[in-house]
Nanobody
Framework: QVQLVESGGGLVQPGGSLRLSCAASGFTLDAYNIGWFRQAPGKEREGLSC????????NYGDSVKGRFSISRDVAKNTVYLQMSSLKPEDTAIYYC????????????????????WGQGTQVTVSS
């Protein structure tokens, strides 16, 4: 069955970097778009970035544009989210998801278009 497992979260100081991994099983990356999302306590789930099933299209939310970068390794069936210049407001549980639709020619960041989700990994940005 479709399964997604996130890893790489942890505690990092403001201005630091982390790389999250999303290992997929039960399907290959050319089947679905993969998205990264986060949810902080009391807030709605926020779309951060996505990469299309072909790998040829990426999309970023305004809050992370220029700081986060999505990539994938087809051989490892894994998608990565490289996060830099981290801020305390980036503190949240980070999720990856498979599925997705399209919006204005790019993969959509709308969580409702993703059907399979990982369990999440905690990212805490604090000094």
């Amino acid at each position: 069955q479709v399964q997604l497992v996130e890893s790489g979260g942890g505690l990092v100081q403001p201005g630091g970097s982390l790389r999250l991994s999303c290992a997929a099983s039960g399907f290959t990356l050319d089947a679905y778009n993969i998205g990264w999302f986060r949810q902080a306590p009391g807030k709605e789930r926020e779309g951060l970035s996505c990469i299309s099933n072909s790998g040829g299209s990426t999309n970023y939310g305004d809050s992370v544009k220029g700081r986060f970068s999505i990539s994938r390794d087809v051989a490892k069936n894994t998608v990565y989210l490289q996060m830099s210049s981290l801020k305390p407001e980036d503190t949240a549980i980070y999720y990856c998801a498979a599925g997705g639709g399209w919006s204005r020619g790019a993969c959509s960041l709308d969580p409702s278009t993703f059907g399979a989700w990982g369990q999440g990994t905690q990212v805490t940005v604090s000094s």
